[in-house]
């Protein structure tokens, strides 16, 4: 009789494993959003360390953290399309005006996914499993 499964157990022990991978999910989605794509410690555009050393007003005044050469661009960037300047570098051609529209538009649709109301409640979700 010993050798008789015990199906409430067995369905209970298999219950807890799916709702333990499921938090473990819910966890991984949110690092993946807070610690890869908005670390203060690197260049939000290149990846580069940050220094700290460089001007802090300068900094805070560009929406992401840029490290010195990729805030000149960006910088550079926005004068564009403003139309107060040309080129500095022959390389920032058209080609390279579209890969920082694109890289501004892929970061907007980051923070509009950070503000969607289902990421919210994820991160409610997340709060209350490490409460417990």
């Known amino acids: 009789m010993a050798d008789i499964i015990q199906f409430g157990k067995k369905a209970t ?5 799916r709702e333990s991978s499921l ?4 966890i991984e989605a949110l ?18 360390q940050l220094d700290g050393k460089s001007d802090d007003a300068a900094r805070f005044a560009a929406p992401y953290a840029f490290c ?7 910088r550079e960037y926005r004068e564009r399309v403003a139309g ?3 080129p500095s570098c022959y390389w920032h051609n058209a080609s390279w005006m579209k890969v920082w529209e694109s890289w501004l538009a892929h ?13 919210l409640q994820l991160l409610e979700e997340v709060e209350e499993l490490l409460r417990k």
Do not use: H, N, P, W
């Open 107 to 119: 970061q907007k649709l980051l923070d509009d996914y950070r503000q969607s109301k289902e990421f």
């Open 84 to 86: 107060k300047s040309g």
């Open 68 to 74: 010195s050469s990729c805030l000149e661009e960006y």
């Open 13 to 17: 022990d298999l219950k807890s494993e």
């Open 31 to 48: 690092r993946k959003i807070f610690q890869c794509t908005r670390c203060v410690m690197k260049c939000s555009k290149c990846g580069a």
């Open 23 to 26: 938090k473990q999910r819910k």
